[in-house]
């Protein structure tokens, strides 16, 4: 496994692999859900990139950039044995510049749910992927679904900017107890972890009433609601969308999406389920 830090080497050794690319980013901390994008990405493609980037533009101010868990020598260590051919780890100057473009993430999408919590959250990221598919050029590029609406915008830049790349979005991988992965998750004490249950716990809830036959997006709301104010230590929202982001009043089967965004402790977490 080669692993390049600076962006104009990677674009060289880019050109010159004949085959097909498969491209995962990610922020590092890898666990088992970036593995699973790292498998998929290996079983499709000839060649995978890995990119481990901590990207301060999609973090603002006062949110926990400083803190965020590195753990390069243990990634470095994951990438190998999953089979990754290039580990790219761009140093700061190598990928942003003085005065540079901005990409912006579209006015209702991406200032809605995640984004009006984090407004501008989305521009940087937006931003930082379009920069990794310029450089990698990659034939297929792997998101997981716990990010439904980053995934959602990534997919949508595509369109928008006539990008060559195939985004394929991949289950969300869960703990036994049912706790999405995620590298945040390194936060939670023993007993918030047990607390964080109550979102796959309220999501779980909400999918069994559509199973049930309620399809009444209020209703559902106000059940999780209730079951999620028990556990978490503020509520952000729970949100029932259509596939693409909009609001909806009664689920559409095979359409719709049921997100959930909470603090327990310090911490903020996000989980969903694609009905
Ligand atoms: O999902 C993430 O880890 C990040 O948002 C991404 C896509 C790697 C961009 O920094």
Redesign the pocket.
Known sequence: MEIIKDAKELKKIRKNLKGSVGFV???GALHDGHLSLIKRAREENDFVIVSI?V?PT?FLEGEDLDKYPRKEQADIEICKRAGVDILFMPTINSIYFKDELKILAPQIRGYILEGAKRPGHFDG?LQ??MKLFNITTPNRAY?GKK?AQ?LALITQMVHDYFLDVEIIPCEIVRDENGLALSSRNAYLSKEEKKRALSLSQALKLGANMVAKGILNVKAIKEAMEKELLKSVDKLDYVAIVNRAFEEIEQVEIGNTIILVAAYVGTTRLIDNIWI
């Open positions: 980013p990610t922020m980037f990207n999609q990221v930082i992927v998101f990010d980053q």
